[in-house]
């Protein structure tokens, strides 16, 4: 059974940082990309950062420069460190696994809250 278990949110002032982690169980982890993904209130989800199972990474424009995607495949885990948090940056964040043969698994997420 896949399981994915995201950590790390919370509420931190304008110009904080923080970073989120993404627990894998059940997948062979080395062999997906993964993605951040995040949804405030209102809007649709969007993809913030990638990291493909080589350590090719993509950013969303808005995050680029703040935000730093990694993973850590002998932990099953991978990492969005967030520096420089404004408060549109406020969210939920998912984590999500992507196989090269279509497959996909989403955490639950975890909320991120930006004060000004």
């Known amino acids: 059974q896949v399981r994915l278990v995201e950590s790390g949110g919370g509420l931190v002032q304008a110009g904080e940082s923080l970073r989120l982690s993404c627990a894998a169980s059940?997948?062979?982890?080395?062999?997906?990309?993964i993605q951040w993904h995040r949804q405030a209130p209102g809007k649709q989800r969007e993809l913030v950062a990638g990291?493909?199972?080589?350590?090719?990474?993509t950013y969303a424009d808005s995050v680029k420069d703040r935000f730093t995607i990694s993973r850590d495949d002998a932990e099953n885990t991978g990492y969005l460190q967030m520096n420089s948090l404004r408060p549109e940056d406020t969210a939920i964040y998912y984590c999500?696994?992507?196989?090269?043969?279509?497959?996909?698994?989403w955490g639950q997420g975890t909320q991120v809250t930006v004060s000004s």
């Open positions: 059940g997948v062979i982890f080395s062999r997906y990309t």
């Open positions: 990291i493909t199972n080589i350590g090719t990474t």
């Open positions: 999500k696994l992507l196989h090269p043969r279509g497959s996909s698994y």
